[in-house]
């Protein structure tokens, strides 16, 4: 009886597939600068910890809310001017003595006033987007690394910090192609464990290294420990 148990045992793991892999987040984000700046403010207390509607870095703004609000003002000013240009060129029509010319004329005052209208809402546009990048807040995401400090000047492009979420994790594993139709109806196993969990992507494309194996991710949900190694098994 003991010679056939180990000889299911045997049998049973010729056919189990093992593989290794480091558990990671399931996504890493690199938070680059979309404008450029002074930096006035770095959290440097939140680095290494999970972000609670945290601010993360501000880059000066002070100009740009100025701006902003000048730019309110001249809206509204250009706005009226151009409901009385409007109103003028709408009585003016109403005059037959007034000639083709001047009726013209006032048209193109009209429509001058609605493209200073329109290039001052862009500009307001750009204001308000600017001073939105200019302010970096993190929901929950946990903050990775700092890459700027206070006085920093920063371009478009330049990396302010990165982040990573921790609800779940990801392993990834190199199966070669010839297995993959194989492991799609086995059970995984971490660490020795049984699991519910299913494969959640398997790349198509063969990998630029691994030119014989296809890919594969499968979502850890929940974990505890990031940056382990981990046995993959699928039995």
């Not at 009726?103 to 809402?121: F, G, H």
């Not at 700027?148 to 492009?157: A, F, T």
């Amino acid at each position: 009886m003991k010679y056939i148990f180990a000889l299911f045992l045997l049998v049973n793991s010729l056919f189990a597939y093992e593989f290794y892999a480091k558990l990671e987040p399931v996504n890493s984000y690199e938070i680059k600068a979309a404008v450029s700046g002074k930096v006035i403010y770095v959290n440097d207390e939140i680095e290494g910890k999970k972000a609670n509607n945290s601010k993360i870095v501000e880059i000066d703004s002070y100009v740009d809310r100025i701006d902003l609000k000048q730019s309110k003002i001249k809206l509204k000013a250009i706005s009226q001017m151009l409901k009385i240009e409007e109103k003028n060129y709408n009585r003016m029509l109403q005059v037959s003595s007034k000639s083709g010319f001047e009726k013209d004329s006032q048209k193109l005052k009209a429509i001058n006033y609605q493209t200073t209208k329109a290039d001052i809402e862009v500009k307001i546009a750009n204001l308000q987007d600017s001073i939105k990048n200019k302010l970096l807040k993190e929901k929950d995401r946990y903050i990775y690394n700092i890459a700027v400090k206070e006085g920093d000047y920063v371009n478009p492009g330049t990396l302010l910090y990165e982040a990573k979420d921790l609800s779940k994790g990801k392993l990834e594993i190199f199966v070669p192609i010839d297995d993959i139709e194989e492991i799609k109806s086995k059970t995984i196993f971490l660490d020795g464990k049984k699991s519910n969990i299913k494969l959640d992507k398997v790349y198509k494309v063969a990998d630029s290294k691994h030119i014989s194996s296809y890919k594969v991710e499968i979502i850890v949900p929940d974990p505890k420990v990031f940056s382990r190694l981990v046995k993959i098994e699928f039995k």
